[in-house]
């Protein structure tokens, strides 16, 4: 079966690509044609999105999807005119909120993803910032303001784990990359010694690692199979040894590497409304 899908937003249409996403995932027998629309801030926008969904309700014989967090009341209406289904979590939740509140909303385009909280969003910029001049180990100054320092073998998850980290939850996040000669010496890299408190390793599966270097650099000795089962057993080897806790990443979004760890390190996400 094969369903269109449109994610309707007055804003950048995060917030309706996450919903929708997330409710199509427990449908997979279906295929699903997902279409984003941001910004549909105006009548004539709307009118547009509609001659878009209609054109493609007529060419399927089925009615597409509508996720839709479209917030004035005007827009939504011409929207709902179309052939789509419409399915919008702010007209299903606003009105039992007020209601339990005591207190109408504000009706405000764009908080989801807005800067909001001004401190909150500098803080996560700050994170930004201190993951991009930590990374890969280019410099292991600052250690001491980490919050996580990932560990890994080349290739392993590391850079797009401490940018989600740092992005999403505002954490100071550092990576550091165990190479071959590193694991030629049974201790632990000198430099991560004084922080081991902070240390959380990466592991993924050597044919998953080999795929991966092979789409960088085909035919070498970095993606080579063997050399990628020595470096993912030595290293997970390493993590037992200095008990270091440690994550198999193969099979993971960055979303869930990244929920995963803050659970196992014990760390409050830095999320604040507003």
Request: aromatic fraction near 6%; include cysteine.
């Amino acid at each position: 079966m094969r369903r269109s899908v449109f994610l309707i937003s007055d804003r950048t249409g995060i917030t309706a690509e996450a919903v929708g996403r997330s409710l199509l995932t427990q449908f997979e027998h279906v295929d699903f044609m997902l279409r984003t629309l941001p910004f549909i801030d105006t009548p004539e926008k709307a009118d547009a999105a509609v001659a878009q969904i209609d054109a493609i309700a007529e060419r399927d014989g089925l009615r597409p999807l509508l996720f839709s967090t479209l917030i004035d009341p005007d827009i939504r209406k011409i929207v709902s005119r179309s052939k789509g289904l419409l399915l919008d979590p702010f007209d299903a939740f606003i009105g039992i909120l007020e209601t339990e509140l005591q207190t109408p909303s504000t009706h405000t385009i764009g908080r989801s993803h807005g800067m909001g909280n001004e401190a909150s969003y500098k803080e996560r910029i700050d994170a930004v910032n201190y993951a991009l001049s930590h990374d890969d180990g280019a410099t292991t100054d600052h250690y001491t303001s980490a919050d996580v320092i990932l560990v890994g073998v080349s290739r392993s998850g590391k850079t797009p784990t401490c940018l989600y980290l740092a992005l999403q939850f505002g954490l100071h996040a550092a990576n550091y990359p165990i190479t071959e000669d590193d694991l030629v010496d049974t201790n632990l890299p000198k430099v991560l010694q004084p922080h081991r408190q902070h240390l959380f390793g990466l592991t993924i599966e050597p044919r998953r690692l080999h795929q991966i270097r092979t789409e960088r650099r085909p035919d070498s000795r970095y993606a080579d199979l063997r050399q990628c089962e020595r470096e993912i057993h030595a290293v997970e080897a390493m993590y037992r040894r200095e008990r270091i806790p440690y994550l198999d990443a193969s099979h993971m979004s960055v979303e869930e590497i990244g929920t995963t760890i803050l659970h196992r390190i014990g760390r409050e996400r830095r999320l604040r409304s507003g």
